[in-house]
T-cell receptor
Framework: GENVEQHPSTLSVQEGDSAVIKCTYS??????FPWYKQELGKRPQLIID?????GEKKDQRIAVTLNKTAKHFSLHITETQPEDSAVYFC??????????FGGGTRLMVKP | DTAVSQTPKYLVTQMGNDKSIKCEQN?????MYWYKQDSKKFLKIMFS???????INETVPNRFSPKSPDKAHLNLHINSLELGDSAVYFC????????????FGPGTRLTVT
């Protein structure tokens, strides 16, 4: 199966700063990489995703980059706000539609 | 108008019991999933199911079984519950094999005493 590593496990930033979370994956056949945000006691929510035929995707303050050669992908959040505080998960698809998740990053945005 | 729903929200039971968690989606999706999130927040896929194919994560004990009465429902049945089964279980769905976006239910917190 797929193995996904995520770093850092915790990240603290000042409001207005940028935050970057990085993931690596093991299966070169993976072609879909979503990012989920999970607030305390809530369900994971899809915030952005990228497919293997694209190197970068942006949605307002959130962007994701993918390096297929190195098997790395990253989430970038600019102009962070306190409501961005949550646990963020990266994932990679394998076996057609199964998602393997990274270990999560707890992001804390200090006002 | 909830897209993916689960019942119950909380489930407390004793070791050795058998329990079920229900999941329903009204998105018209073809594929449904069950995930387990442990106390350290690790999210792990347990099953992927559509009307043609069940894919099982090989690490899932056979005490766990998905049951689908129809395309909109995928229930999780657990036999002989153990302490280590305590976790939050999430149901999710996606449109089909070529559409990977998965949408999660609110979760069921299972506590085994």
């Amino acid at each position: 199966g797929e193995n996904v590593e995520q770093h850092p496990s915790t990240l603290s930033v000042q409001e207005g700063d940028s935050a970057v979370i990085k993931c690596t994956y093991s299966d070169s056949a993976s072609n879909y990489f979503p990012w989920y945000k999970q607030e305390l006691g809530k369900r994971p929510q899809l915030i952005i995703d990228i497919r293997s035929n694209v190197g970068e995707k942006k949605d307002q303050r959130i962007a994701v980059t993918l390096n297929k050669t190195a098997k790395h992908f990253s989430l970038h959040i600019t102009e962070t706000q306190p409501e961005d505080s949550a646990v963020y998960f990266c994932a990679a698809v394998y076996a057609g539609n199964m998602l393997t998740f990274g270990g999560g990053t707890r992001l804390m945005v200090k006002p | 108008d909830t897209a993916v729903s689960q019942t119950p929200k909380y489930l407390v039971t004793q070791m050795g019991n058998d329990k079920s968690i229900k999941c329903e989606q009204n998105l018209g999706h073809d594929t449904m999933y069950w995930y387990k999130q442990d106390s350290k927040k690790f999210l792990k896929i347990m099953f992927s199911y559509n009307n043609k194919e069940l894919i099982i994560n090989e690490t899932v004990p056979n005490r766990f079984s998905p049951k689908s009465p129809d395309k909109a429902h995928l229930n999780l049945h657990i036999n002989s519950l153990e302490l280590g089964d305590s976790a939050v279980y999430f149901c999710a769905s996606s449109q089909g094999r070529n559409s990977y976006e998965q949408y999660f239910g609110p979760g069921t917190r299972l506590t085994v005493t």
